[in-house]
Structures are given as C-alpha cells and as structure tokens.
C-alpha cells in the first residue's frame, strides 16, 4: 500500500496541492491520480481519506489524506506545532485503511516532515492484542522515496518508545506484577553497554528506610521492587544525571479506601508514571543521546488486606518526615516521596516525576494536556518548548505555598496525605506535599493522570492507554543533551 499526503487549497475553490511525493507519482501514473481526485467530489478536507486500487503495478491500494494548510506551523493558540499534528493524524489514519485491507506493507509519504509522519504511521498502527487469539494483521510501515531517511528513523523510534509505554500500562496486572514490569524494562536495555540496571528488593528498601513506600507495598501479596535505571550517555560518567523518577503502582485497588468496582479494571495502569520514564529511557538509550539519565520507579500494588495501611496511621519517609495516612488511595505520594529523597543522592541537573497521581488532575485540564508543577522556570521553559513539537502538552500548575499549609496542618505527624479542605484543589495539594520531600532547585512533577487513556481525543492514538508524555519527556532529554553540548 502507499500513504499520500495532499494539502487543502488556501481558498475554497483552488485546487488541492500534492506533496512532491504526490506529484511524483501522478507523474508515474500519468497524471490519473490528480485526474480521479478531481472527478470523484470535492477537495480533500484535513484528516479525511480517498482509496484508489490499481493506479500502479508496485501498490495494491493507494490511499490520499488530506493534510490541511501547507504552511500551518507552530498555532500559539493551540500551543503545538499544528503542521505537525496533522500530518501525525492523516498519516496514521491513511495506515488503518491499509491494514484494514490486510496488506502486509505501506509505504508512507513523508509530506516534508518524515519524522512526524513516522511517528503517525508507528503509533497509528499500534493495538495490544497480546491476548487474542485473532489478532489484526501486522503491517510494517516505511518511507516512500529515499530522502528524510535518519528522521524517519528518529520518528520511529520515538513512536516505539511511546508504544512501549502503551504495552505496559495496557497488560493485565497479572501480566505485569512488579518484577516482571522491571524484567521488562531490564530485557529492553540489555543490548545497550552503556546502561547498568538495578532491580532493588524489599530487603534493600527495608535498609533505605523508605517506611512511607513500603507502608503501600505491605497490604499485597506481591512483593514491592524498586527499579534503578543507569543510562550513561554523557562525554563523562560523572557529568549530573538528568533524574526521571516514576509511579510504578501496577494496580492500585485504593486499599482500605477502596475505589468504585466501575472502572477499577483501568487501574492496571496506574503505574504510567514509571511506564513513560522507563520508556523515555529506552529510547533515550536507542538515539545514543548525549547526557547521563538516571530513572527510579517504585513499584508495587495497593491492595486492602490484614496488612494494609489504615486512615490514620502514621508512617516515616525517607527524609524522616511522618506521614498521616487519612485516606489510603492517596498512596502514589507515598511512594514518590522516598525515591525522590533518594534521587537526592545523585547531584542531579534536574529531578523530572512522573505519575497518574489525582483524579483532580483530570477534572481540570482533562486529556488536553500533563499538568507540571515545577519550582523552576528554566525546567519549565524546557518542557513546554519540547510539548510543542511533540503534540504532547504539558501546561504549568501552581505550587503557592496556600496548597503547602493544607497538608502540612496535620493533627498526628508533619504531614497529611490529603490536603484539608478534601477535595478543593487535589492536584496542587497532591504536588505541595511531594514538594515536602525536595531540596534539589530544579525539579518538575508531571502529573498525568488525565492523559492516561485516549477515547478518541488524540486522532492517530487508537483507544486504550496512551502512554503519554513519553515523546515529550523524550525530546526535553534530547534538549537537555543539546543544550551540554553547546
């Protein structure tokens, strides 16, 4: 199959422009392509297909999509560079109508920015259907012509970065327990010499004193790992580390606290966190980036049993601080707080968090965007340039010492798990109080809760878990590494 991108005219009744890809092959079929287009209704609108079959000997089916204005480029209204979202879109809706026919191979336009139409025909394609017998054909996209080859690549080992965190949020809890989430990610960097992987046991976490962390893991059955991830990259290995740190709960049941039966089942990836930082590791390691990354996820599940944590007992971090646990489905600050005062340890240039950590977060900036809670505005400013080129927002949250005051007017020990006035602000108090466990001056808590799943939001993403923001977490790294160099 073959994937052509053609652009909407600037006024209503021009003709539509093709890619040079496009024109080369209506070139190819003597301009037939350009003829049937013209016959067969009006202009193509952006996002919307045409199939034609039989036009060449090399294509069974070529399909046509529309790629809005040619010169649509970074929209400040939309923060995103909207030339880029949509040809990520088009192409990967071009894709599905191929694999729909079941042909095994398309070719795709790269309709001037390979690395973005790579990206759309990867993560297009993309479904977990481990566990189905009858599974959809696999199709293996490609670029059509020879130019824009080393983007192409990049996009694509963007994209499989991404759906690699896809995989792993969408398995099954008792697909990925703990330590088969870090066998996992253990298997995946296997191959790079310059990544060393560290899988922790309870009897390691039980000597870092992190009580707040194994006061969540105690209440199941499976044992809790702590993930260590050395990727040394930089010129010296002892240049600061960028510090991805990562919720791994790979199903939280709330504990004692229950959650609603209705929907639980997606709690499976309530360890996205650690999904994203682990996968933006991977491909980080596979575009051989410049820098030293050092990645911490904590994990484990949230169960209610005899030996769960109860509302109101009380538990130490890490740093000493004590912890009044009033509600037991707030436990992803519980463990964040003790890998980041260890991520302390490593003289980090910045300690970036990753975690699906409040519904609060969903209800206020839904799926558009990751909310960031940051204490620098350098960090910030990069984040926010790199969500821009990804398509994948991040939009900045306040961290007023207001939230600050509701968790640490605490009855029985320094600090609340819950802010105390409920439900009023849950992000930000959820943020103040991982604040409580950082002194580094350059860090970022992403909370994602509300890009955890896609329904239908992000066009070239098919429902299911979306493993947002790995791309973006990917290309602020890759600014980072840039930004050493110079």
Not at 195 to 221: N, Y
Request: aromatic content about 6%; hydrophobic content about 40%; overall charge neutral.
């Amino acid at each position: 199959g073959l994937v052509l991108g053609i652009y909407s005219s600037e006024k209503d009744e021009g003709a539509a422009q093709f890619t040079s890809a496009g024109d080369a092959f209506d070139r190819l079929v003597s301009g037939k392509l350009r003829e049937l287009l013209s016959v067969c209704g009006p202009p193509l609108k952006k996002g919307k297909t045409r199939m034609f079959h039989g036009l060449h000997q090399d294509f069974a089916s070529v399909v046509v999509v529309g790629l809005g204005k040619k010169n649509a480029g970074v929209n400040d209204q939309e923060n995103w560079n909207e030339g880029k979202e949509n040809i990520r879109a088009a192409v990967a809706v071009g894709c599905r109508q191929i694999q729909d026919l079941e042909i095994p191979c398309v070719e795709v336009d790269p309709c001037g920015d390979a690395q973005a139409a790579a990206e759309g025909a990867v993560l297009g394609l993309h479904e977990y259907n481990e566990l189905k017998q009858k599974k959809k054909p696999v199709v293996t996209p490609q670029l059509h012509g020879s130019a824009e080859r080393e983007a192409w690549q990049k996009g694509v080992t963007y994209a499989e970065g991404q759906n690699l965190a896809r995989y792993l949020m969408e398995a099954p809890a008792n697909y990925i327990t703990p330590i088969k989430f870090a066998e996992h990610i253990e298997q995946k960097l296997r191959s790079f010499s310059n990544v060393k992987v560290h899988i922790r046991p309870e009897s390691w976490i039980a000597t870092q004193q992190m009580g707040a962390f194994l006061s969540v893991a105690k209440g199941s059955a499976e044992p809790p790992i702590f993930l260590e991830i050395h990727y040394l990259g930089g010129a010296n290995a002892n240049d600061s580390p960028l510090v991805f740190v990562g919720k791994g709960v790979t199903f939280d049941s709330g504990g004692i606290s229950l959650k609603p039966s209705s929907g639980m089942d997606a709690m499976r990836a309530d360890m996205g966190g650690a999904a994203t930082v682990c996968s933006a590791i991977v491909t980080a390691a596979a575009l051989n980036l410049p820098l030293n990354i050092i990645g911490l996820a904590p994990l484990c599940e949230n169960m209610p049993s005899g030996k769960a944590n109860k509302p109101g007992d009380v538990v130490r971090a890490k740093n000493g601080k004590t912890i009044q646990v009033d509600n037991t489905d707030a436990e992803g600050r519980l463990l964040l707080a003790d890998a980041l005062c260890y991520a302390h340890n490593f003289n980090a240039r910045a300690i970036v968090n990753a975690a699906t950590l409040t519904g609060a977060m969903d209800v206020a900036l839904g799926s558009a965007a990751t909310g960031v809670f940051t204490n620098s505005s350098w960090l910030w400013t990069h984040l926010y340039e790199a969500s821009i080129l990804t398509g994948d927002r991040v939009w900045r949250m306040p961290l007023f010492e207001h939230y600050t005051k509701q968790v640490t007017d605490c009855p029985l020990a320094d600090l609340s798990n819950v802010g105390k006035y409920s439900r009023a602000g849950g992000a930000c108090t959820a943020a103040a109080f991982l604040k409580e466990f950082v002194t580094a001056s350059h860090w970022a808590h992403l909370d994602i809760a509300g890009v955890m799943s896609n329904k239908d939001e992000v066009p070239y993403l098919r429902k299911g878990m979306a493993g947002r923001p790995t791309r973006t977490l990917v290309e602020f790294a890759a600014r980072l590494s840039q930004d050493s160099q110079n």
